[in-house]
């Protein structure tokens, strides 16, 4: 209670604060000047107005009385004479002004300007229409803010002939200052966030330093404590501006990054955005990411919500997801890195630009090191961090062109992706610095992530064709390495005739009538909202029709093209423009030029590299341990050669100890930089463990096929010995005779991308084993067809794993559906014993027995278990995360931990089950909901449990009918929030941190 009056204290000075940051100079008042150029000045020379202050507007020379929208006469400006109504007035910083003034003209051109004397300072074009008269006047209006640098600034107003080739005519002119934008009430409920004085004042500081530099460049530096009132709860949350360009931080409307506290979500959301929902045109872009989640898309959770900082109603604002790992598992997907390109020297060039009007030519490109999200906690998690090193030389390979799209990428997701940024117009977020991949740590291959779809003045169409596939063979080098990484693509012919087979389902006419109707009804309640705020927005999907109509035509020809370009081979030569880099930058352009990795870490000694493409050369001053800067000194002095165009241009340097930071000097000035060492390798290009194990398993494989007839591989009947690992590529079925013995060997496993037929009888099962307990799994992956497994003894296996690349089951099917009927897995050494993730299954009078750690673990899947016995199983007997599954007839006789544990959402229906001997009985966590049945729990330490794990999920729910709990030693254990419902009685939880017994 404290803390709510603490806050609600601070509301009266930071509405100070709002109020000083925009009132300044009341030499322009608030009010309206206006002019029906019907009177002019002693002079004779100028028109004058009435309203707060006097203005005077220049043209009495070029009035005319032929056209006029009132009174008796008009200004005029033609070729000869190209302005008029030229006049100036003093302003403030962050002043918002409306200003309007009617137009005629015949062919629909002539503008007002309102500029800086400086225009590099400030600059804007009214020509938007937003009223029309009967006799051809049309009234141009727009509101605009003044730059939060200015002082006491100059603005001046004209209008101006703009290419047309006819006399435009002007009349009544308007310009009003007011308080500032005046937004609608809504009656949701708001998002309140409240900061105090000091935090405010930090958000204003780096708001006035973005202005300056022309753009925003965050730094970990930028974050301030706030607090968020929602749904009768108060959290905290750290926040900083975001957004790169300035319509982000106009006005009062300023976009923010939050992180709510370690504890809490909002949304189920840890990470996100708020910005205004026209940066990203509207309900357009939530319709989009409801499109590409429908499909299998990866994308960031998207709405809307109105938000008032401390206690000022800011309108409605759009929120979207961060990206973290909260984002894959949303989608039901395995937790793994998150990578994208670190754009920063890009917008330093895009700084100098908005400050010179011309662009600085550096190697911005190459300069774009490749980062994770969540960095800190991914250098703690080791598995992770193998993924990103994976993931990082995967990226490397796509953005050198070194391998094609099918060794890097989930080629399906990625043809879906770009159909899609065709027919939807989304190419905003193809752009190579706006797109965002996820490294899938199961199939060892990157997928992209659909965001930042559309810019506020929507669609982007920045190839110039309506089939970005459909590409012209240049030999002589006319494009830079950016455009030509997304361009190899399409040398891939698996992935081009992906995409074109996409392009044709997605432009189909019935396909988005059904997609437009599963979210048009929503996206128009969304408008709705918008509109009350910004009524030129207008939810419309015309437009999807109509670009699918002009691809359609296109389509047959676009198919001969590529049915040509596969039967001759052609692939594109994509030879790169090479930029002549300028040999003199602004120093600012060191801090994204010149970066460094640590290579190599010794127990005694680490070496780290620094690369420098910044035109001069450098001196290391210094090498910096940790946030309080401890220095530690090279052994000897080190200059960094000035770049001239060679990507080898780099240093490596011993030293004792793993540095943070390094310190370098521009000789021949006082100006030092502090920059940072990413605490892992540069990226090489080097294979990764997918691409050398498809090298290593030339098909068939001599030592484990018998032949393949058609699209059926034969597997070897009787005894066979494999001691390597074996790969099969997709479009076959692979069919394992009875009494087949498989002895995996020497770490050996094989990686099906094709259903297996295992037909095994009770008399002569099949039989996978590793007599010397090495054998690297057995799994099926992306199989596109049901796999049945009959009669299977899988015994003795351990997980795949290949240099960084592990999956967790001995037996493991993802997006492969299966029946896996009287199968035994037993003595398993590994994570899961059988691992099923993305799949539909059945698993049917079955045996798991003596696992090391998990029996039966799936994700993100449906099915059924019946008449399965688990036991002296090390861990989870059954294991469901994300999933809907029905168990019955099953019984588990000894379990680590947990005999059923439901998670992460999942809804489990359990029927005539026997628990025994296990830690945890019954388990439901995170907004899973757990229905039992005729169950005896039994002789466990914890007959029931319930509890929140995860915070963006939230309290469990357990149905409990004719359910014996006997010989337990605590019979409930139920969070705070959760709830056992048992014979029509509701037990709510009452205990607090029940996760923290337990993880």
């Given at each position: 209670?404290?803390?709510?009056?603490?806050?609600?204290?601070?509301?009266?000075?930071?509405?100070?604060?709002?109020?000083?940051?925009?009132?300044?100079?009341?030499?322009?008042?608030?009010?309206?000047?206006?002019?029906?150029?019907?009177?002019?000045?002693?002079?004779?020379?100028?028109?004058?107005?009435?309203?707060?202050?006097?203005?005077?507007?220049?043209?009495?020379?070029?009035?005319?009385?032929?056209?006029?929208?009132?009174g008796?006469?008009?200004?005029?400006?033609s070729?000869?004479?190209?302005?008029?109504?030229?006049?100036?007035?003093?302003?403030?910083?962050?002043?918002?002004?409306?200003?309007?003034?009617?137009?005629?003209?015949?062919?629909?051109?002539?503008?007002?300007?309102?500029?800086?004397?400086?225009?590099?300072?400030?600059?804007k074009?009214?020509?938007?229409?937003?009223?029309?008269?009967?006799?051809?006047?049309?009234?141009?209006?727009?509101?605009?803010?003044?730059?939060?640098?200015?002082?006491?600034?100059?603005?001046?107003?004209?209008?101006?002939?703009?290419?047309?080739?006819?006399?435009?005519?002007?009349?009544?002119?308007?310009i009003?200052?007011?308080?500032?934008?005046?937004?609608?009430?809504?009656?949701?409920?708001?998002?309140?966030?409240?900061?105090?004085?000091?935090?405010?004042?930090?958000?204003?500081?780096?708001?006035?330093?973005?202005?300056?530099?022309?753009?925003?460049?965050?730094?970990?530096?930028?974050?301030?404590?706030?607090?968020?009132?929602?749904?009768?709860?108060?959290?905290?949350?750290?926040?900083?501006l975001?957004?790169?360009?300035?319509?982000?931080?106009?006005?009062?409307?300023?976009?923010?990054?939050?992180?709510?506290?370690?504890?809490?979500?909002?949304?189920?959301?840890?990470?996100?955005?708020?910005?205004?929902?026209?940066?990203?045109?509207?309900?357009?872009?939530?319709?989009?990411?409801?499109?590409?989640?429908?499909?299998g898309?990866?994308?960031t959770?998207?709405?809307?919500?109105?938000?008032?900082?401390?206690?000022?109603?800011?309108?409605?604002?759009?929120?979207?997801?961060?990206?973290?790992?909260?984002?894959?598992?949303?989608?039901?997907?395995?937790?793994?890195?998150?990578?994208?390109?670190?754009?920063?020297?890009?917008?330093?060039?895009?700084?100098?630009?908005?400050?010179?009007?011309?662009?600085?030519?550096?190697?911005?490109?190459?300069?774009?090191?490749?980062?994770?999200?969540?960095?800190?906690?991914?250098?703690?998690?080791?598995?992770?961090?193998?993924?990103?090193?994976?993931?990082?030389?995967?990226?490397?390979?796509?953005?050198?062109?070194?391998?094609?799209?099918?060794?890097?990428?989930?080629?399906?997701?990625?043809?879906?992706?770009?159909?899609?940024?065709?027919?939807?117009?989304?190419?905003?977020?193809?752009i190579?610095h706006?797109?965002?991949?996820?490294?899938?740590?199961?199939?060892?291959?990157?997928?992209?992530?659909?965001?930042?779809?559309?810019?506020?003045?929507?669609?982007?169409?920045?190839?110039?064709?309506?089939?970005?596939?459909?590409?012209?063979?240049?030999?002589?080098?006319?494009?830079?390495?950016?455009?030509?990484?997304?361009?190899?693509?399409?040398?891939?012919?698996?992935?081009?005739?992906?995409?074109?087979?996409?392009?044709?389902?997605?432009?189909?006419?019935?396909?988005?009538?059904?997609?437009?109707?599963?979210?048009?009804?929503?996206?128009?309640?969304?408008?709705?909202?918008?509109?009350?705020?910004y009524?030129?927005?207008?939810?419309?999907?015309?437009?999807?029709?109509?670009?699918?109509?002009?691809?359609r035509?296109?389509?047959?020809?676009?198919?001969?093209?590529?049915?040509?370009?596969?039967?001759?081979?052609?692939?594109?030569?994509?030879?790169?423009?090479?930029?002549?880099?300028?040999?003199?930058?602004?120093?600012?352009?060191?801090?994204?030029?010149?970066?460094?990795?640590?290579?190599?870490?010794?127990?005694?000694?680490?070496?780290?590299?620094?690369?420098?493409?910044?035109?001069?050369?450098?001196?290391?001053?210094?090498?910096?341990?940790?946030?309080?800067?401890?220095?530690?000194?090279?052994?000897?002095?080190?200059?960094?050669?000035?770049?001239?165009?060679?990507?080898?241009?780099?240093?490596?340097?011993?030293?004792?100890?793993?540095?943070?930071?390094?310190?370098?000097?521009?000789?021949?000035?006082?100006?030092?930089?502090?920059?940072?060492?990413?605490?892992?390798?540069?990226?090489?290009?080097?294979?990764?463990?997918?691409?050398?194990?498809?090298?290593?398993?030339?098909?068939?494989?001599?030592?484990?096929?018998?032949?393949?007839?058609?699209?059926?591989?034969?597997?070897?009947?009787?005894?066979?010995?494999?001691?390597?690992?074996?790969?099969?590529?997709?479009?076959?079925?692979?069919?394992?005779?009875?009494?087949?013995?498989?002895?995996?060997?020497?770490?050996?496993?094989i990686?099906?991308?094709?259903?297996?037929?295992?037909?095994?009888?009770?008399?002569?099962?099949?039989?996978?084993?590793?007599?010397?307990?090495?054998?690297?799994?057995?799994?099926v992956?992306?199989?596109?067809?049901?796999?049945r497994?009959?009669?299977?003894?899988?015994?003795?296996?351990?997980?795949?794993?290949?240099?960084?690349?592990?999956?967790?089951?001995?037996?493991t099917?993802?997006?492969?559906?299966?029946?896996?009927?009287?199968?035994?897995?037993?003595?398993?050494?590994?994570?899961?014993?059988?691992?099923?993730?993305r799949?539909?299954?059945?698993?049917?009078?079955?045996?798991?027995?003596?696992?090391?750690?998990?029996?039966?673990?799936s994700?993100?899947?449906?099915?059924?278990?019946?008449?399965?016995?688990?036991?002296?199983?090390?861990?989870?007997?059954?294991?469901?995360?994300?999933?809907?599954?029905?168990?019955?007839?099953?019984?588990?006789?000894?379990?680590?931990?947990?005999?059923?544990?439901?998670?992460?959402?999942?809804?489990?229906?359990?029927?005539?089950?026997?628990?025994?001997?296990?830690?945890?009985?019954?388990?439901?966590k995170?907004?899973?909901?757990?229905?039992?049945?005729?169950?005896?729990?039994?002789?466990?330490?914890?007959g029931?449990?319930?509890?929140?794990?995860?915070?963006?999920?939230?309290?469990?729910?357990?149905?409990?009918?004719?359910?014996?709990?006997t010989?337990?030693?605590?019979?409930?254990?139920?969070?705070?929030?959760?709830?056992?419902?048992?014979?029509?009685?509701?037990?709510?939880?009452?205990r607090?941190?029940?996760?923290?017994?337990?993880?």
């Amino acid at each position: 209670m404290r803390k709510l009056f603490y806050i609600a204290g601070l509301l009266t000075l930071i509405t100070g604060l709002f109020s000083c940051m925009h009132n300044g100079s009341n030499d322009f008042a608030i009010g309206e000047v206006t002019s029906n150029l019907e009177h002019v000045d002693s002079s004779g020379r100028y028109f004058t107005s009435k309203g707060s202050i006097t203005l005077l507007f220049n043209g009495v020379d070029q009035s005319s009385n032929v056209e006029h929208h009132s009174g008796s006469r008009s200004v005029y400006v033609s070729k000869k004479h190209p302005y008029a109504l030229n006049t100036t007035f003093e302003v403030g910083p962050d002043w918002y002004f409306r200003v309007s003034v009617w137009r005629k003209s015949s062919d629909g051109k002539g503008v007002a300007v309102v500029a800086s004397l400086n225009p590099k300072q400030f600059y804007k074009t009214i020509s938007k229409v937003v009223e029309r008269d009967d006799s051809g006047w049309e009234k141009l209006e727009s509101t605009f803010w003044t730059s939060a640098l200015f002082t006491r600034e100059k603005i001046k107003f004209y209008v101006w002939k703009s290419g047309s080739s006819d006399t435009v005519f002007f009349d009544d002119v308007t310009i009003e200052r007011l308080k500032g934008e005046q937004f609608p009430v809504y009656n949701e409920e708001y998002f309140k966030l409240m900061v105090d004085s000091s935090a405010f004042q930090k958000l204003y500081k780096n708001r006035r330093k973005a202005f300056a530099n022309g753009v925003l460049q965050s730094t970990g530096d930028d974050w301030v404590k706030g607090m968020v009132f929602w749904n009768k709860d108060v959290t905290k949350v750290k926040l900083r501006l975001k957004g790169d360009w300035l319509d982000h931080l106009e006005g009062f409307k300023w976009s923010y990054r939050v992180k709510v506290k370690k504890n809490k979500a909002w949304h189920r959301l840890r990470t996100f955005s708020v910005q205004s929902p026209i940066s990203r045109f509207g309900a357009s872009e939530w319709f989009v990411h409801r499109i590409y989640d429908s499909l299998g898309i990866l994308t960031t959770r998207y709405g809307f919500v109105p938000l008032s900082l401390n206690g000022k109603n800011l309108g409605l604002y759009a929120w979207e997801e961060h990206f973290e790992k909260q984002l894959v598992e949303f989608h039901r997907y395995r937790e793994g890195p998150i990578l994208r390109f670190y754009e920063d020297a890009n917008w330093d060039a895009n700084r100098y630009l908005a400050h010179h009007k011309e662009p600085a030519n550096s190697d911005f490109f190459d300069a774009a090191v490749i980062k994770p999200f969540g960095e800190s906690k991914l250098m703690e998690n080791p598995g992770l961090y193998r993924s990103f090193i994976i993931g990082q030389n995967l990226l490397y390979q796509y953005k050198y062109r070194l391998k094609t799209a099918s060794d890097i990428f989930n080629i399906d997701a990625m043809a879906k992706f770009y159909a899609l940024s065709d027919v939807l117009m989304t190419r905003h977020g193809t752009i190579w610095h706006n797109i965002r991949y996820y490294y899938n740590p199961i199939l060892c291959k990157l997928e992209p992530i659909a965001y930042d779809c559309y810019t506020e003045t929507g669609f982007l169409d920045w190839v110039g064709r309506p089939i970005y596939g459909w590409i012209k063979d240049e030999k002589d080098g006319s494009h830079e390495d950016q455009y030509l990484m997304s361009r190899a693509l399409f040398n891939d012919f698996d992935f081009l005739k992906l995409y074109t087979g996409y392009l044709e389902r997605f432009s189909n006419p019935s396909f988005l009538k059904e997609i437009s109707s599963k979210y048009s009804d929503q996206a128009e309640q969304y408008d709705s909202l918008i509109r009350m705020e910004y009524p030129e927005m207008k939810f419309d999907t015309t437009f999807l029709f109509s670009n699918a109509r002009n691809i359609r035509k296109l389509l047959p020809a676009f198919k001969k093209y590529v049915a040509h370009r596969i039967k001759t081979s052609q692939e594109f030569e994509n030879k790169p423009w090479i930029p002549d880099f300028d040999t003199t930058l602004e120093p600012y352009f060191i801090n994204h030029l010149t970066y460094a990795y640590v290579m190599e870490q010794n127990p005694d000694s680490v070496l780290v590299r620094i690369v420098n493409l910044y035109p001069n050369k450098l001196s290391l001053r210094a090498f910096l341990v940790g946030e309080k800067r401890y220095v530690l000194m090279p052994p000897e002095p080190v200059t960094l050669p000035a770049f001239r165009n060679d990507r080898n241009n780099w240093v490596d340097v011993w030293i004792t100890e793993k540095p943070d930071y390094f310190a370098v000097m521009l000789p021949g000035t006082s100006q030092s930089f502090e920059l940072p060492v990413y605490p892992w390798p540069q990226p090489d290009g080097k294979d990764s463990p997918w691409q050398l194990l498809k090298k290593q398993s030339p098909f068939p494989d001599a030592d484990l096929v018998e032949r393949v007839s058609g699209d059926t591989v034969f597997i070897k009947e009787g005894k066979v010995t494999l001691d390597h690992k074996v790969m099969i590529p997709k479009g076959y079925r692979v069919v394992f005779s009875k009494g087949t013995t498989l002895d995996l060997t020497r770490s050996a496993a094989i990686l099906s991308y094709s259903p297996v037929y295992m037909h095994g009888t009770k008399a002569s099962p099949v039989t996978v084993l590793s007599s010397d307990h090495s054998a690297n799994g057995f799994a099926v992956l992306q199989a596109g067809a049901r796999s049945r497994l009959e009669y299977v003894n899988f015994d003795g296996l351990n997980t795949f794993s290949l240099k960084g690349w592990n999956l967790s089951g001995a037996v493991t099917f993802y997006e492969s559906d299966v029946d896996v009927l009287n199968c035994s897995f037993v003595n398993n050494s590994c994570e899961d014993a059988l691992n099923i993730v993305r799949s539909d299954f059945l698993v049917k009078n079955s045996l798991f027995d003596h696992t090391y750690s998990d029996a039966f673990d799936s994700d993100f899947s449906s099915g059924l278990v019946d008449s399965v016995l688990f036991t002296h199983v090390g861990n989870d007997a059954i294991d469901f995360s994300g999933s809907t599954i029905t168990v019955r007839n099953s019984v588990v006789n000894g379990a680590g931990d947990k005999g059923v544990s439901a998670g992460e959402g999942s809804h489990l229906t359990v029927k005539n089950m026997q628990i025994e001997g296990a830690n945890i009985g019954l388990a439901s966590k995170d907004l899973s909901v757990l229905n039992v049945e005729a169950t005896v729990v039994s002789h466990c330490k914890y007959g029931v449990v319930l509890l929140q794990k995860k915070p963006e999920y939230g309290p469990a729910v357990m149905k409990l009918d004719k359910v014996k709990l006997t010989g337990n030693q605590t019979k409930f254990l139920i969070e705070k929030g959760s709830k056992v419902i048992t014979n029509g009685r509701v037990i709510m939880g009452d205990r607090k941190k029940v996760a923290k017994m337990f993880y």
